[in-house]
């Protein structure tokens, strides 16, 4: 029997899973990724680190599962999108450690960047708003403080890549220099459009081109591991982003259909088919996963601290001891008590954009407890998707019909139920919440003809429970101005600006 083996690198932890040919998941393995903050408002991993975690992740997985290697027909690779790896052809070390999406240490060179007027350009070519979160400024930071790096990277000494690119050096042994048309979008050196590497933005950022990987379709073969690593060679054959792999795992294909993803952040992708979106109110462009080269398009949305938020109560403030029991205090409060917290840890992002908001909590009394907090918390990640809701409603001029939900805290039945509540729409949830491993397994699959179709897939995709909205609109309404009243508080300009 054939296998596909999805390879996930996430934010926090490596994953591998293997899928058989109806889609079922039959293992999972996860190794955590150590993060540094070596400054305030400064994020790296070990590029190193990285790939070690997720060798032996799909390893783990290959031996659970108790299918062979040479019974593995592809590899699907996923991953972290934004963060920058620059590393040595020659040796294949990294010059410096991995910049994490998070990380905010370029919003000095973001500010010049728009007072020069740049940001109109950046936009209009990539669908993206200028922002640290994009890996363009990474990469001039690194280039800029290695020594001789541009000349080294101009004579191809130096590699860049995100995260997809340097697993897929790594498995081949650096015979494949690749990356995907969703993880290039988001380096804000591609045209949108074109899904090219435009000169304009490679002069801007002054990156030499000779540095950056080739840009394939996400489903393809577009190298082999060597057999070394997992115990035979394998073709791999599906590469995409995190979420635009949620959006492909979730079945979203078309357009009008929409996920989103609860994890370390938030991400809502709506689905705009060969339609390049524009957004008016400061929402993302971007490219959905490609099948043989074709252009397909989603609108995103993007929140910093979603799952992250849960992490800081839990392992930061030790006020929980558990997701589980973050839950049930959550719960067991009637209402909110009049307490929002804003978890703008690294700043705010859609459709904000405020890299210097930092996070506050409003409403505290002397009857504020652990319950309290952890409520606040959980409703924060509805209430900042609802914002994503409302621009993207608004852009489009159409309704939002249903939304569904994948990522860990999608498992979490308060927060769906609150979700549906303040957005007025059903949230559905899918019986396999690991939707971004089932999309890059997908688009491998489909490369290399273990499924046949889009219409094929759609009949794996199984729900676990629908979440119906049970608030009155007026209580709705009135819990979400008062979660706007502290979003003001936070934000250091006003919105728009």
């Known amino acids: 029997m054939d296998y596909i083996l999805a390879l996930d690198e996430g934010t926090t932890s490596a994953r591998a899973a293997v899928y058989d040919p109806e889609g079922r998941r039959l293992s999972l393995a996860s190794r955590r990724v150590p993060t540094e903050y070596p400054a305030p408002g400064w994020v ?3 590029a190193e680190e990285i790939w070690r975690a997720q060798v032996t992740a799909a390893s783990e997985a290959l031996e659970r599962s108790g299918a062979r290697p040479e019974d593995i027909r592809a590899i699907g690779i996923t991953n972290q999108r934004e963060t920058t790896v620059v590393w040595e052809r020659a040796t294949g070390l990294p010059v410096n450690p991995a910049i994490v999406w998070q990380c905010r240490r370029t919003a000095p060179l973001c500010d010049e960047l728009t007072r020069s007027g740049a940001a109109e350009l950046i936009t209009r070519k990539t669908g993206l708003v200028v922002d640290p979160y994009f890996s363009a400024t990474k990469l001039k930071w690194i280039l800029d403080r290695v020594p001789e790096g541009r000349v080294r990277a101009r004579d191809g000494e130096l590699l860049f890549g995100t995260v997809d690119t340097w697993l897929t050096w790594k498995l081949t042994h650096g015979a494949e220099h690749v990356t995907d048309v969703s993880n290039a979008s988001r380096t804000m050196l591609m045209n949108l459009e074109t899904g090219d590497w435009d000169r304009d933005l490679l002069d801007l950022f002054d990156v030499p081109q000779a540095m950056l990987p080739r840009i394939v379709p996400s489903s393809g073969v577009a190298g082999t591991a060597a057999g070394e690593h997992l115990g035979a060679e394998i073709p791999i054959a599906g590469i995409a982003g995190d979420q635009q792999a949620a959006l492909f795992g979730q079945a979203c294909f078309r357009a009008g259909q929409a996920k989103n993803t609860y994890g370390t952040g938030c991400f809502l992708l709506l689905h705009t088919g060969p339609r390049l979106p524009v957004s008016r109110h400061r929402l993302l462009g971007t490219r959905a996963a490609s099948l043989d080269g074709g252009s397909q398009f989603a609108i995103e949305g993007s929140v910093f601290a979603a799952g992250a938020a849960l992490d800081w109560l839990i392992h930061g403030l030790r006020l929980v001891g558990s997701y589980k029991e973050l839950e ?17 840890f690294i700043g705010m992002g859609a459709p904000h954009w405020d890299s210097k908001a930092r996070g506050l909590i409003t409403g505290l009394s002397l009857n504020t407890t652990p319950a309290t907090l952890a409520r606040a918390a ?28 994948d990522g860990g805290a999608s498992a979490n039945d308060f927060l769906m139920q609150f979700q549906a509540d303040i957005l007025g ?16 397994a997908y688009l491998a699959g489909l490369a290399t003809g273990l499924w046949k179709s889009l219409e094929e897939l759609e009949q794996f995709w199984q729900q676990d429970r629908v979440f119906e909205p049970a608030l009155e609109p007026d209580r709705r309404e009135e819990l979400y101005a008062g979660w706007q009243r502290a979003l003001r508080r936070a934000l250091t300009r006003e919105e728009g600006g």
């Not at 719960?331 to 929002?340: K, P």
């Not at 949830?429 to 491993?437: H, N």
């Open 44 to 46: 790296e991993q070990s």
């Open 328 to 344: 049930e205090q959550a719960a067991s409060l009637e209402g909110n008590q009049g307490v929002y917290l804003v978890p703008a």
């Open 378 to 405: 959980l409703e924060a990640i509805a209430y900042q998707t609802r914002d994503l809701v409302e621009a993207m409603e608004s852009d489009t001029g159409e309704r939002l019909r249903e939304l569904r939900a």
């Open 425 to 440: 729409v059903p949230v559905l949830r899918p019986k396999d919440i690991e939707t971004t491993a089932l999309g890059a």
